[in-house]
């Protein structure tokens, strides 16, 4: 079971998850594992070897890799006597880079983690340590600083086996506007709550530019995609979808396409797209264009560009999935996860080494424009810092305001959990429905969720064989573990 710590706790559930990597190994060589926290303290000088350490990260290397890496390990050297090295795996290299590191028995210590469709399946094979009992006493301010519901996020049968980053962790969904359009049509875009509040917006726009639309939607949006259409469910299953509403304190598992208000939101969709609202070529179109009037996007207050405004209408809401966007693993096998958790402190703790991190050497790579804001300088060190820790002792970037951090943390205080929170489910005893599930609904969710065909005639036909696949098996499935889960962490 998750141990309690004495702080205010925050229930919290967000977006998107990216991958799953499978981790093994350890790159760690010292005599004497430290027990002692690393925040923003100096390393004691001694005679010891430092400590190699290694950090293995996804993303495109940056430019200047070399020159921020060697600031990287001066400062760690310094405060912990670890000499870290860092490793990027491009993004589409990223999991077949960790399967082959894990077959080949290559040693390193940290690995960026995301996405829970195989979480299950890594720590059945052993590749996540277990810092249960270490995080508490040998970094309590890292500990200490993590809301309790994220380490919920990254919990496995009572194991944590990973530091979530604490950022955008709750998952809070906005409608983004076009800033010009609002401003040019007078619309009142924060009285826009569900989805019907929507449609007398889209009617004022399509008459005030009849050859334009709207809404502009796309192939790709899935059931993820407009979320306005199904949101409401924490997502056990992405495909098929099948979660547990937030609201229900039962936790009933249940078929997302099979739910009321799912079909009154489908076919209001169905008949903006007969009124023109929503273009034509939606369940086909691959491509975005840069610039929308509307769209719905998990996003923070500042989190859009300088040129569009956006108005909250759900959440925030804590799942395991949102938590698991991106969170640090340590190997199994590491000989020193005190220290490889120091460096993880350092990051989450340390405002200097988290900018270093994040956007490389002041005066080469940005220059402060304010006490914590920020003007890129050139684009020669960029890297993903969402996958690296928090956000909250970050410097903010112009044009975005100064307090934008301060806000977003703010936000995620206000945010519920879901009733599952920490539940992982594990897809190995119905994996073959999973599979043939997947691809029908890949068959009639772009159609659907675009408004492209009419939800009453095609949605009956996917619920049909979608059973027919196996999908209440699923479903039986899910609920047989939810139940379990509940029992075990009352």
Same mark, same amino acid.
């Given at each position: ?133 270490? /995080?508490?006493?040998?970094?309590? $301010?890292?500990?200490?600083?993590? !809301?309790?519901? &994220?380490?919920?996020?990254?919990? =496995? *049968? @009572? ?42 917006? /889209?009617?004022?726009?399509?008459? $005030?530019?009849?050859?334009?639309? !709207?809404?502009? &939607?796309?192939?790709?949006?899935? =059931? *993820? @995609? ?5 949101n409401g469910y924490d997502e056990i299953v992405v495909k098929p979808a099948i979660g547990v509403s937030y609201q229900d304190s039962s936790a009933k598992v249940v078929g997302i396409w099979e739910q009321e208000n799912v079909m009154e939101n489908l076919k209001t969709l169905h008949s903006w797209f007969n009124k023109g609202y929503i273009n034509p070529d939606a369940a086909t179109l691959l491509e975005l264009p840069k610039t929308r009037v509307v769209s719905s996007a998990q996003s923070f207050e500042g989190g859009w560009k300088d040129t569009e405004v956006g108005h909250k209408y759900f959440g925030p809401a804590y799942s395991t999935r949102t938590i698991q966007g991106s969170f640090l693993s340590i190997s199994v096998g590491c000989t020193n996860p005190e220290k490889a958790l ?149």
């Open positions: 079971m998750l141990k309690k710590v004495i702080r205010k706790s925050l229930a919290l559930a967000v977006t998107g998850t990216l991958l799953a990597t499978s981790l093994a190994g350890c790159g760690a060589k010292s005599d004497t594992p430290s027990t002692n926290s690393g925040n923003n303290k100096k390393s004691e000088s001694n005679s010891e070897a430092p400590v190699d350490l290694v950090w293995w990260t996804i993303g495109n290397e940056p430019k200047d890799f070399a020159l921020v890496s060697e600031e990287i390990k001066k400062y760690t050297l310094e405060k912990l006597n670890v000499n870290l090295q860092m490793k990027y795996a491009s993004w589409g290299e990223y999991n077949t880079k960790m399967s082959k590191i894990v077959q080949s028995g290559e040693q390193f210590d940290i690995a960026f983690t995301s996405g829970i469709e195989n979480y299950q399946d890594l720590l059945n094979k052993g590749y996540f340590m277990d810092l249960t009992e270490l /995080l508490p006493t040998t970094t309590p $301010a890292l500990y200490d600083f993590i !809301p309790e519901d &994220l380490w919920k996020g990254v919990t =496995i *049968n @009572g194991k944590i086996l990973g530091v979530p980053a604490y950022k955008d962790s709750a998952q809070a969904q906005y409608w983004i506007w076009d800033k010009a359009t609002v401003e040019e049509l007078g619309i009142d875009y924060e009285s826009v709550e569900t989805l019907q509040d929507l449609e007398p917006v /889209l009617q004022k726009i399509k008459e $005030a530019r009849p050859n334009e639309y !709207p809404l502009i &939607l796309n192939a790709n949006e899935g =059931i *993820n @995609g407009f979320n306005a259409a199904i120091q460096v993880i402190e350092l990051i989450n703790t340390d405002e200097y080494f988290r900018n270093l991190l994040a956007f490389g050497i002041e005066g080469t790579h940005y220059e402060k424009t304010g006490e914590n804001t920020i003007k890129k300088l050139n684009d020669k060190y960029e890297v993903p810092a969402y996958t690296q820790g928090t956000f909250f002792n970050m410097y903010v970037q112009e044009p975005n305001p100064a307090d934008q951090w301060t806000k977003l943390k703010d936000l995620q205080e206000t945010a519920f959990a879901s009733p599952v929170l920490g539940f992982t489910f594990d897809s190995s005893k119905v994996q073959n429905q999973i599979s043939a599930c997947a691809n029908i609904e890949s068959k009639y969710g772009s159609s659907l969720i675009t408004g492209s065909v009419n939800p009453e005639e095609a949605l009956p036909k996917m619920i049909a064989e979608l059973n027919a696949a196996g999908y209440q098996d699923i479903i039986a499935e899910a609920q047989r573990q939810v139940d379990e889960f509940l029992v075990n962490n009352k």
